[in-house]
T-cell receptor
Framework: DTGVSQNPRHKITKRGQNVTFRCDPISEHNRLYWYRQTLGQGPEFLTYFQNEAQLEKSRLLSDRFSAERPKGSFSTLEIQRTEQGDSAMYLC?????????????FGSGTRLTVV | GDSVTQMEGPVTLSEEAFLTINCTYTATGYPSLFWYVQYPGEGLQLLLKATKADDKGSNKGFEATYRKETTSFHLEKGSVQVSDSAVYFCALSAKANNDMRFGAGTRLTVKP
């Protein structure tokens, strides 16, 4: 297993366009998290899945954001009608539900720039 | 709610200097505590962790001790190297939460 994989690594888009990011977690991990990180800040929680079920969404996740994990494996995060304030690094992490207190494994992130 | 406060940076040190990055937490239960490191353009890597009071996490010469009485988890290293230059994040994970909470990060630069 090569760890958590995120694609693309970088995305530049025009304001108003839709973008979609993909995360492939470690195969045996049933929990998958999305975080957003802006410059000079720590990661902020957006949402998480246990298997295919989305169990919690942060208030940061406006209705322009949607996430899916259709078969409990990879996940996608879509941002509709992007705004300049959406520019950030989007991080995906995975873990096992019974081992949350042992830490998450993060991907390398997708850096979004909205121009 | 549960949160982490860590020392503001940036921190600039000469090679072989002693490093301390302070981290304190607020939590209603007994969280697990973590230090993550982020190199430029990359995601976060778990550096070390401690899951209960008085535990010491250690890795690559870095150490941190879970101090319940002072609600702290300070990161230390006896002799830093240029390759340690990165951003360090303190984090906690509590049973009451379903997500990990991070501090704002401390940027460390080590000069030769």
């Amino acid at each position: 297993d090569t760890g958590v994989s995120q694609n693309p690594r970088h995305k530049i888009t025009k304001r108003g366009q839709n973008v979609t990011f993909r995360c492939d977690p470690i195969s045996e991990h049933n929990r998958l998290y999305w975080y957003r990180q802006t410059l000079g800040q720590g990661p902020e929680f957006l949402t998480y899945f246990q298997n295919e079920a989305q169990l919690e969404k942060s208030r940061l996740l406006s209705d322009r954001f949607s996430a899916e994990r259709p078969k409990g494996s990879f996940s996608t995060l879509e941002i509709q009608r992007t705004e300049q304030g959406d520019s950030a690094m989007y991080l995906c992490a995975s873990t096992l539900a019974g081992r949350i207190n042992y830490g998450y494994t993060f991907g390398s992130g997708t850096r979004l720039t909205v121009v | 709610g549960d949160s982490v406060t860590q020392m503001e940076g940036p921190v600039t040190l000469s090679e072989e200097a002693f490093l301390t990055i302070n981290c304190t937490y607020t939590a209603t239960g007994y969280p697990s505590l973590f230090w993550y490191v982020q190199y430029p353009g990359e995601g976060l890597q778990l550096l070390l962790k401690a899951t209960k009071a008085d535990d010491k996490g250690s890795n690559k010469g870095f150490e941190a001790t879970y101090r319940k009485e002072t609600t702290s988890f300070h990161l230390e290293k006896g002799s830093v190297q240029v390759s340690d230059s990165a951003v360090y994040f303190c984090a906690l994970s509590a049973k009451a939460n379903n997500d990990m909470r991070f501090g704002a990060g401390t940027r460390l630069t080590v000069k030769p």
